[in-house]
Nanobody, 122 residues
Framework: QVQLVESGGGLVQAGGSLRVSCTAS???????MGWFRQAPGKEREFVAA????????YYADSVKGRFTISRDNAKNTVYLQMNSLKPEDTAVYYC????????????????WGQGTQVTVSS
């Protein structure tokens, strides 16, 4: 069993930066880790994913060039650095692990964190 705990959310002005973290405990750190987000009234959507080695990363088109996913396996932690934030980035951000299937689909992931709120003001 894997437990995922996100941290680092908050309120930031448009154009600003924020880094959210996800620390895993309880079992082996998953080979792939992903970030998803869900805004009020919308479906949960893929943001980014990273392979164990960090050699491969995947991004949604909406965040490409602005967000960077990384991981520190010694700390069992995955990060999402968010730059040039926009009001439309406002959402609850979820960390997910151990996908079986495509990393782009939330249904692929077995483990989820509780989420951390990111609010971008205009």
């Amino acid at each position: 069993q894997v437990q995922l705990v996100e941290s680092g959310g908050g309120l930031v002005q448009a154009g600003g930066s924020l880094r959210v973290s996800c620390t895993a405990s309880g079992s082996t750190f998953s080979s792939y880790m992903g970030w998803f987000r869900q805004a009020p009234g919308k479906e949960r959507e893929f943001v980014a994913a990273i392979v164990w080695s960090g050699a491969a990363t995947y991004y949604a088109d909406s965040v490409k060039g602005r967000f960077t996913i990384s991981r520190d396996n010694a700390k069992n932690t995955v990060y999402l650095q968010m730059n040039s934030l926009k009001p439309e980035d406002t959402a609850v951000y979820y960390c997910a692990g151990h996908p079986i299937g495509s990393v782009y689909y939330s249904s692929s992931y077995a483990y989820w964190g509780q989420g951390t709120q990111v609010t971008v003001s205009s």
